[in-house]
């Protein structure tokens, strides 16, 4: 154990505090986690624990998630220039113009989002949950923030419903292209393709299977088959590896690095540790908004 991680364990054990991490973050990072997983399971899991500090290493909005749903626990941020640009991408000014258009519109917020844009949703989702909550809306008409791939592959799913998407999009999956992928099949021709669905419709319709990160984990655990190409960002390859060491993984396009979530550090996580900052903040009025569509995506996932 490096004098690093040693002295993580330390701290942690000093101040009854909990290590999360997403799967995207940096090898060494995972390894020092008391829980590992996807947005859907980090959300689920910050309400779950009773320990008063949290160390969320991953992006900024997934340590506001874990203080909206926690407000009197100290959620800590190894790094808060940490940040996922998509979270941005959707405006509540044109938010507001789209409920005054449309009388049954619901506006459903894929949890990759900032505190205000959640506030001004009805429900929020995760790409495991997503397909699940929309049937259940009442709701005909579908607002669906920020994400435009992951919104249309749900729209495919359920026709009944009338979707309207916002132009956002996750940089990282965006870029992958179907010339990519079958260019990586030449070279693998037994590969089965796991695809995350924030990619394009034409990398998603390449694919043996889409899912979200831990749908796709689960899929290459349970798999007969030996090879897989995938679809996402790189650090998913740590517990592929680890969960399956027989089995063979390849990249696609250029290896797919969010740059977000590598900030994350050891040395970053042991200062938050030490230091008990930077702390996620969320101000009341915007937290109790945001959480309503936290809490209703997780009633309706159920
Ligand atoms: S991988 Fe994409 S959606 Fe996820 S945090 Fe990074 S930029 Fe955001």
Redesign the pocket.
Known sequence: MSDLTEKIQRLKKEKNAVICA?Y?VESEVQEIADYIGDSYYLAKIASELEEKIIVFC??L??GESAKILNPDKTILIPDPQA?????HMAQEETIKNMRKQYEDLAVVCYV?SDAKLKACSDVCVTSANALKIVKKLPNKNIYFIP?QNLGMYIAQQVPEKNFLFHAGY????HELTADDVKKEMKLHPKAKVLVHP?CKKEVTELADYAGSTSEILSYAKNSTEEEFMIC??RGVFHQLQKQNPKKHFYAVGNG?C????KRITLQKVADALEKEKPEVLVEESLRKHAEKSLQRMLKLAE
């Open positions: 997403h995207y991953g992006v909005f997934m940040d996922c640009p998509m979270a990759n994400d996750c940089p990282i999956h924030e996402t960002e797919q969010c740059e977000g979530m």
